[in-house]
């Protein structure tokens, strides 16, 4: 318990990841409790009602629907975090495995993969991501295909590296030595030893992640209307920004408070964890 607090302590040190966490579990604590906080459904429509400004029961006003702006922002925090986290996991899962087989085994398989990983990372990764939304179709499952598949090459180099590293370490050879098995090997002295920058990027992942599927979102190839996702909202503001901004500026402030978040947690980490930063 008390390594824990001393833990703790020294994160919050930190005050980028202060911040960061702040802004984290702002939007954490609204998302899992979205069907409390929200003043009314996110489908609920009132036509006579309809793009109306801000105002003490309306707080982000009403779409071109008569639909609550504040309670479509809620509930649309639950999208992005979850679609975030998914395309995270996922293109995680596959930069850590690629990048342990390409260092730990070298060869032609470091040279296969390296490859790949070379021709994906040249790839803008919305550009990319929309060749194959466009093939697959607009959906919300098909874009968290679509973005992880193309996402996962940074993740793979660092991680290839490190492993290249760890593997002529000390503690690598004598565990080779004493008969340990390639698997275990890598999963009780590589793995561990490389974790420090896979969590780095994994959280400057979530913001990317994020990013992406809000701008396929609002281009129509992500979440289809009525979802609440905030780059539907956006979509469906354009046409109105001149005399109903509301619309557009509250979702787009959603974003960029969890985007903000997110990079700030990352670079707290990124102090924290580098041995080279420690006080």
Known sequence: MKALRSTFRRLMRNKFFAVGLVFFLVVFV???FADHLAPMSYRDMDVPNALQPPSREMPFGTDQFGRCV???VIYGSRIALWVGAVIVIIQTTIGI???????????????????LTD???????????????????????????????VSWAQLARVVRSKTQSAKNKPYTEAARALGMSNTRL????????????????TTLA????????TALSFL?????????????????????IEFAPWISIFPGLAIVWTVLGFNLLGVGLRDILDPTLMD
Do not use: C, K
């Not at 990372?121 to 990319?128: C, T």
């Not at 009780?188 to 780095?200: A, M």
């Not at 129509?220 to 109105?240: H, K, R």
């Open 220 to 240: 129509g190839l992500g979440s289809q209307p009525p979802a609440p996702d905030w780059g539907v909202i956006l979509n469906e503001g354009i046409d109105f």
């Open 70 to 72: 504040l309670s479509r």
């Open 97 to 115: 495995f690629m990048g342990l087989v390409a260092g730990f085994q070298g060869g032609y398989l470091d040279s296969i993969i390296s490859y």
């Open 186 to 201: 890598v999963l009780r002295h590589i793995f561990p030893n490389i974790l420090s920058p896979i969590i780095v990027l």
């Open 206 to 213: 979530l913001p990317q992640a994020i990013l992406a599927t």
């Open 119 to 149: 021709v994906t990372w040249s790839m803008p990764v919305i550009v990319f991501a929309l060749a194959i939304v466009m093939v697959l179709g607009p959906s919300l499952n098909n874009v968290i295909i679509a973005i992880a598949v």
């Open 30 to 32: 609204v998302a899992i």
